[in-house]
């Protein structure tokens, strides 16, 4: 393999061997693209504070999300469809989880089945993700498989009620290659993917995804978390919180846990980078549970972020901000494109290493000392 010593390096080398059809649908944002850039430029803005003769001879990156063991707060964020940069699919990004101690959250359009995934990653956590459809039986099929598998949490996605507007899929038509399938679903469910029926609108699989009512149900809403705690066991991330507002309501609906997202830029346009609304994000959560509002049994939620994570360092500014963990999903694409599981490994590798550096130049041993004491705020949205 290529020696890479970077996730750029990995980046550079990944999207020379895609397609125009998956580079397009994996690398692109909605409409003019101002969230998908500023994500990642965002970081910048924040600088880290280095302190000094403090004894760093020892450091680890061990975390735990939501009660589980991992090797560091850094996991696999939900992308569709692997089988267009990997033959392997979905099964060789469950290889890496495993061996790299990662969490993985499947997408529930993947093109390996939630029980193929498990098999590839016995020892590693999984979550599931999940689209409502208009036939809940759908959902609620996928979400009791995942619970059998021996999946922890259902991932549930919420800003997606209508698809962002994806110039460059609207341009090609974008649509799943042939020899791929959507393999958590049957024939006769019908679903399609919601790219493609953006995208594709008039293709017949579409028109009977259409029919069968295996489309987004944008009804959805807060009264549906009820909804699921009535069919699984499964503990209940949402993903797609941008607001303090509706991570306040996250808060008084009793979630395990919230992940601070744009879906990487492709759906709302010129919404703020998800590193720039982390910390009020935090701080609402904070004031929530020190209001002495929160009643019952059930714990403080965490709060994960995902959105233009390019390098260790980024990480660490996330942590320090409020974020319990991390997501990454277009390093992962990446790494998978280069060398399937081995190339998502050295994706793991280079992040975990960039960690350990930045926090023994920042004086800290491990990521639960990470605090906005380790970072200058320069002028954010």
């Known amino acids: ?3 890479f010593v970077s996730v750029e390096d990995v980046r550079a080398e990944a999207v020379a061997r895609m397609d125009t059809n998956t580079r397009n649908y994996y690398e692109s944002g909605s409409m003019a693209q101002n969230t998908l850039a500023h994500n990642s430029a965002d970081f910048s803005r924040i600088l880290l504070r280095p302190r000094v003769l403090r004894d760093v001879s020892n450091i680890s990156l061990a975390a735990r999300m939501l009660g589980d063991h991992v090797s560091a707060p850094l ?4 992308s569709a469809m692997h089988g267009l940069v990997c033959q392997e699919a979905e099964a060789a990004t469950a290889k890496a989880a495993n061996k790299t101690g990662s969490l993985m959250v499947l997408s529930s359009y993947s093109n390996t089945s939630l029980e193929d995934v498990k098999s590839n990653c016995p020892h590693g956590p999984l979550w599931i993700q999940l689209y409502v459809h208009k036939d809940r039986s759908i959902a609620e099929g996928l ?7 021996g999946y922890k949490a259902v991932v549930l996605t919420v800003d997606a009620p209508v698809l962002g507007r994806r110039l460059n899929d609207l341009r090609n038509k974008f649509t799943m290659p042939s020899h791929l399938k959507l393999a958590n679903f049957s024939p006769e469910q019908g679903v399609a993917s919601q790219s493609a029926r953006i995208s594709n609108p008039d293709s017949a699989y579409v028109k009977q995804a259409v029919n069968k009512g295996a489309v987004a149900d944008a009804s959805l809403s807060w009264k549906d978390i009820s909804w699921i705690r009535s069919v699984t066991n499964l503990k209940i991330v949402l993903k797609g919180i941008m607001t303090p507002e509706d991570a306040v309501l996250a808060c008084e609906w009793k979630v395990d846990a919230i992940v601070v997202s744009n879906h990487g830029g492709r759906q709302l346009d010129t919404t703020p980078s998800t590193i720039s609304v982390l910390p009020g994000i935090k701080a609402a959560v904070d004031a929530y549970y020190a209001s002495g509002k929160s009643t019952g049994t059930s714990g403080r939620i965490e709060i ?3 959105g233009g994570i390019r390098c260790g360092t980024d990480i660490l500014k996330a942590l320090a901000l409020g974020a319990n963990a991390v997501f990454i999903g277009r390093p ?3 790494g998978l494109a280069v060398d399937g599981a081995a190339g998502v490994e050295k994706v793991v590798e280079i992040l975990h290493d960039e960690m350990r550096n930045g926090m023994a130049l920042l004086g800290v041993t491990q990521v639960d000392q990470l605090n906005p004491s380790c970072v200058q705020l320069k002028s954010l949205l």
Do not use: I, N, Q, S
Not at 75 to 78: G, I, Q, S
Not at 143 to 149: I, L
């Open 1 to 3: 393999m290529t020696t």
């Open 75 to 78: 996991a696999f964020a939900p």
């Open 143 to 149: 979400m009791k498989r995942a619970e059998a598998a």
């Open 304 to 306: 994960y972020m995902d």
């Open 332 to 334: 992962v694409l990446w």
